[in-house]
Structures are given as C-alpha cells and as structure tokens.
C-alpha cells in the first residue's frame, strides 16, 4: 500500500517560474493537506481539502494554488515562484476530519527558488 | 491563529534517562492531540493520539493531556540514541478539520 506519494522529491526553480507539486493517496481519504516546513520550523498549513471538488484556504496561501477533482490527487501549483517559497513541502491526508483520525504524511518535496 | 507552542531545545538527555516533552495550545475547543516524530530530512511520523484528560501509554512512551490547562506533554522512558529526532505537537479542533503543529522540540540522546 503506497499511501501518500509527493512527486518530485527535489525541484530547483529560479524566480517567476511556475510548477505543480504532485500529490496522490490510495487510502481514499477524504481530507487532504499541503504543509509547507521551512529550516527549523514546524508546519504551515497553506491549503486543504474536505473532499473532491471543494478546497479552502490554510494560515499562508499566498502565491499557491490547489484543485481537487478526484479524491485520490490534490496537487499545488506555484506561480511566479520568489525565494520565500524555498521549502519543504508536505502533503497529508486523513480518512476523515470531525473524528480523531490522524494526519498520513508523504515524503516530502524539498523545493528550491534561486 | 490557533497557536501551539513547543520548547525549540535542544533537550539532551543521556541514554536510559526520562525524556519530557511539552506543548501548550491556545484553542480551548481543541479535541484531538497528536506527537510526531521526525528525523532529520524525513517526515513526520505518528508516535501517539491523545483525546481524553490523563495519561495513555504505549510502551515507552506516555502521552499526557490536561485541556483544563491547555497542556499536553510526551514522556519518553529509558531514552535511546535513536529517540533522537524533532518532536511535533499538533493539535485540532475536529469542527474546523484543521491541524495546526508546534515548532518543535530537538531531542539529543546522548550514548
């Protein structure tokens, strides 16, 4: 069972392109996740979603944009990216949110933007 | 802004000793708490939930919760070399669907 699975793993991108981070998960979990972790910090909700067809905004949105249209993909898109985006980026999921069910992390994607 | 706030560390501890491990938050309606464990350029693991006020133990570790003071802590009993990772605390309110983490204690155990 793959779980959660981020592609790619690392990405350098120079400032004003633009590039989706790829997310998908096999457990058919409703809820769905995009943390951000930068150097010594912990996790930053950016996006997230409820189910297919319905995404809302997190703590830093600013400069992303998600789409949800199956259940299984939620990917980030970065447009115009600036060095203040160079992070970590992790995806979540979770098979339900008013429940104590926890968050399923994949591996990370470790994006830099010089 | 749902705050939860962690001692940073580093917390040293030699191996075979207690580790201690806190979080405080500030959303009384918080329902749902979770410890973490993540090693260095990996991501975060589940280690242990915690809803209910009092203490639950799954082998070494015991995770505590006290809502009336907004405290929940993570003990780590006969600590070992590789115990030695980031400890996040993450907290949700299960109205909101959100779960909002701490920065984070560094814990070293020393061989």
């Known amino acids: 069972n793959a779980g959660v699975t981020q592609t790619p793993k690392f990405r350098i991108l120079k400032i004003g392109q633009s590039m989706t981070l790829q997310c998908t998960q096999d457990?058919?979990?409703?809820?769905m996740y995009w943390y951000r972790q930068d150097p010594g910090m912990g996790l930053k909700l950016i996006y997230y979603?409820?189910?297919?067809?319905?995404?809302d905004k997190g703590e830093v949105p600013n400069g992303y944009n998600v789409s949800r249209s199956t259940t299984e993909d939620f990917p980030l898109r970065l447009e115009l990216a600036a060095p203040s985006q160079t992070s970590v980026y992790f995806c979540?999921?979770?098979?339900?949110?008013?429940?104590?069910?926890?968050?399923?992390f994949g591996n990370g994607t470790r994006l830099t933007v010089t | 802004q749902k705050e939860v706030e962690q001692n940073s560390g580093p917390l040293s501890v030699p191996e075979g000793a207690i580790a201690s491990l806190n979080c405080t938050y500030s959303d009384r309606g918080s329902q749902s708490f979770f410890w973490y464990r993540q090693y260095s350029g990996k991501s975060p693991e589940l280690i242990m939930s915690?809803?209910?006020?009092g203490d639950k133990e799954d082998g070494r570790f015991t995770a505590q919760l006290n809502k009336a003071s907004q405290y929940v802590s993570l003990l780590i009993r006969d600590s070992q070399p590789s115990d030695s990772a980031t400890y996040l605390c993450a907290v949700k309110n299960n109205n909101f669907n959100k779960f909002y983490f701490g920065s984070g204690t560094k814990l070293n155990v020393k061989p």
């Open positions: 915690i809803y209910s006020n």
């Open positions: 979603s409820v189910g297919a067809g319905i995404t």
């Open positions: 979540a999921s979770s098979p339900e949110g008013f429940g104590n069910s926890p968050l399923h």
């Open positions: 457990m058919n979990h409703n809820y």
